[in-house]
Nanobody, 127 residues
Framework: QLQLVESGGGLVQPGGSLRLSCAAS????????IGWFRQAPGKEREGVSC????????KYADSAKGRFTISRNNAKNTVYLQMMSLKPEDTAVYYC????????????????????WGQGTQVTVSS
């Protein structure tokens, strides 16, 4: 089965760090662009950071720039989101998603186009 599984979420103090992982199975992640999205209670899901499989180009939401880093390890079939200087407003369920590189059209972090989604991992930033 094609599957994405997020891990690494949890409770962290403001200013702390977390490293989220997105492990793919059933397909080769090297052929896919990957996005991290998040959804806070009562809010719409939003793009956080996305990475191309072609040239390694990345996109970040303004709220994530300078604090979050997306990376991929194709040998491990895994994508990471390193989050630093976490703020309470970062609290959300974080999802990874994948789209085959040939189908990326509307912008790297256009949520609607992504085909495969994980179940999400909860990140809570609180003192």
């Amino acid at each position: 089965q094609l599957q994405l599984v997020e891990s690494g979420g949890g409770l962290v103090q403001p200013g702390g760090s977390l490293r989220l992982s997105c492990a793919a199975s059933g397909f080769t992640l090297a052929d896919y662009a990957i996005g991290w999205f998040r959804q806070a209670p009562g809010k719409e899901r939003e793009g956080v950071s996305c990475i191309s499989n072609i040239d390694g180009s990345t996109k970040y939401a303004d709220s994530a720039k300078g604090r979050f880093t997306i990376s991929r390890n194709n040998a491990k079939n895994t994508v990471y989101l390193q989050m630093m200087s976490l703020k309470p407003e970062d609290t959300a369920v974080y999802y990874c998603a994948a789209i085959h590189f040939t189908r990326v059209g509307w912008g790297l972090c256009t949520m609607r186009q992504y085909d495969y989604w994980g179940q999400g991992t909860q990140v809570t930033v609180s003192s």
